[in-house]
């Protein structure tokens, strides 16, 4: 059979921790990952250009015979999912599909608090596109979501500060920020796939009755039901465990980062979206 590799978008590596939960809980599915570090970091821009690049980076996909894209980026996930599977699916190719991560996580997070009160800690971007709070009413009307906007996290990660001294002082200062923003936050999430690489120093500054979420495993079970519910989606996608990696960057600089990521060493290929 022809390979049908299930595609992985990032602005950058964060999607890689995504795919690792993929690999784990689906290995014997085809993976194509596709990180936009050129053009990174997504968080700080416009919605109209977080969805020109996400709707290049998804047509590449596509034409790399990607029948599934999963946006493992909440950034692209918020700005620009929405209108790419409403208006551009329809013409580019109906048949495909185009998944995001945020509707998969707050199906489940308001699942887990006992006191209705739930923590978002994010990109800017993500914060204030509104999605987490949009989404998590759908599903938990009851649940009262509360927001911090992390600018500096993502840098920190991708600069490999995320274990020095000098990130604490940004963790505990988002985490208190949003602790004081709700009386009875009992569940936090980590609404950007770079955060849990910095997951042991907010657990520092987190109560121990505090639920600490990443979304690596949301997400990866939501697949394997995404699967149940559409069979004739999963019968597309190949079966013969093989994982490629591009980059629209340095693949020397992507391959040594990505390792932090995805656990351990990867070789990408530089590829060009324009």
Sequence with gaps: MKQQPIGVFDSGYGGLTILKEFIHTLPQYDYLYLGDNARAPYGPRSFETVYRY?????????AQNCPLVILACNTASAK??????????????????????IRPTTEKIGALTATKEVGILATAGTVLSGSYLIETEKFYPD????????????????NNEYESSGADYFVEKNVKNLLAKG????????????????KDKIRKYLPDEVNLLSQGEI????????????PEMESRCSKQG??????????EDFDTHAATFFGKSIRSEHVNIE
Excluded at 143 to 158: D, T
């Design 242 to 251: 093989a994982v490629q990696f591009y980059t629209t960057d340095s693949t």
């Design 143 to 158: 649940v009262k979501v509360y927001q911090e906007a992390c600018p500096m996290w993502v840098p920190l990660v991708e």
């Design 54 to 62: 996400t709707l290049q980076c998804v047509k590449w996909l596509f």
């Design 80 to 101: 620009a999912l929405r209108t790419i599977q409403q208006v551009d699916l329809p013409v580019i190719n109906p048949e495909n599909r185009v998944l995001g991560v």
């Design 219 to 230: 997400v990866a079970n939501s697949l394997v039901d995404y699967f149940k519910r559409h």
């Design 183 to 198: 009386g009875h936050i009992d569940t936090v999430l980590l609404a950007c796939t770079h955060y849990p690489l910095l």
